[in-house]
């Protein structure tokens, strides 16, 4: 004998949010607002034809950006090629800024 079902859906949905919630996005710094040589905080662009700095605007108050949790991921899109990534909080730090040669 089988169990016969309603073939109604119980008006839940089983899918999750696609973004986990740890996770947030960061402003970060337009290329043109950065100079060469500057040391700003943020990361790396994980994208390998980048590779430039995506910079974090600084807070503007007293006390830095922080989490509860340093291992927080945060959604950035790099301004210099429009990949977006996602980042570990605790991965940023300071790095000079250097401007992408023309001829590359």
């Not at 950035?76 to 605790?90: A, Q, V």
Request: hydrophobic fraction near 30%; aromatic fraction near 4%.
């Amino acid at each position: 004998m089988s169990i016969k079902r309603s073939s109604k859906s119980s008006g839940t949905s089983a899918r999750k949010p696609a973004a986990p919630p740890g996770v947030r996005h960061v402003d970060v710094i337009a290329p043109r607002q950065m100079a060469p040589g500057d040391l700003y905080r943020g990361w790396l662009c994980k994208n390998k034809s980048c590779g430039l700095l995506i910079a974090i605007v600084p807070p503007s108050g007293s006390k830095p950006v922080s989490s509860g949790s340093d291992d927080q991921l945060v959604v950035i899109k790099c301004p210099h090629c429009g990949d977006e990534n996602l980042y570990r909080w605790s991965a940023h730090s300071e790095h000079p800024y250097a401007q992408k040669s023309p001829g590359s």
